[in-house]
């Protein structure tokens, strides 16, 4: 799996990408236009990155699945937001948390793409709401972190940026097998 994280305008500080344990930082791409591209390599030089020059975030993300490595990377795509914090519950409170240590970073990245396997959207619940839920949901919005299997996307013909807003919302309404 390649995890990319589109950005615009976020050159001094990539809170996303700071977040991640080392071993997940090196399998990123940041996709950015060619002036975000620039300052990025110079702030971040062992990172990987993608110019894209589409404007608007639904229309990013579908230049991502149609320029993704299949061949080398295999089909699983994930693209994060770039200002994420990572959560994980409290043992002793399950409705509340606290900072996700490198570890569960990593498992929740394995969950990922062990879920990919049989699906071709996946994403992570979110703190706002993840606090009413106890166990893994399936057919909730899709924010922040979304992953898909790009070879379905490819073969059923699934397009992010058909809309100029709510661009997620319309892939989980389109035709999945």
């Known amino acids: 799996m390649i995890i990319y994280i589109p950005t615009l305008n976020r050159t001094r500080k990539q809170i996303t990408y700071m977040n991640l344990p080392a071993a997940i930082q090196k399998i990123v791409v940041f996709v950015a236009n060619e002036e975000d591209t620039a300052a990025l390599k110079h702030k971040y030089p062992e990172a990987k990155f993608m110019i894209c020059r589409k404007k608007g975030i639904g229309k990013t993300r579908q230049y991502i ?11 699983q795509i994930c693209m994060l937001d770039d200002d994420l914090k990572f959560f994980t519950r409290r043992a002793e409170d399950i409705s509340k948390f606290e900072p996700a240590s490198e570890e569960a970073i990593i498992d929740m990245f394995n969950t990922i793409a062990t879920q990919l396997l049989d699906y071709a959207l996946v994403s992570v619940m979110t703190r706002e709401g993840g606090n009413r839920a106890e166990k893994d949901a399936v057919n909730t919005p899709c ?7 790009g070879s379905i996307m490819h073969t059923e013909g699934i397009k992010v940026g058909r809309l100029p807003v709510m661009a997620v919302f319309d892939v989980a309404l389109q035709r999945h097998p």
């Open 65 to 75: 699945i149609e320029n993704h490595d299949y061949k080398n990377s295999g089909p």
């Open 143 to 149: 924010l922040r972190v979304l992953a898909y299997d």
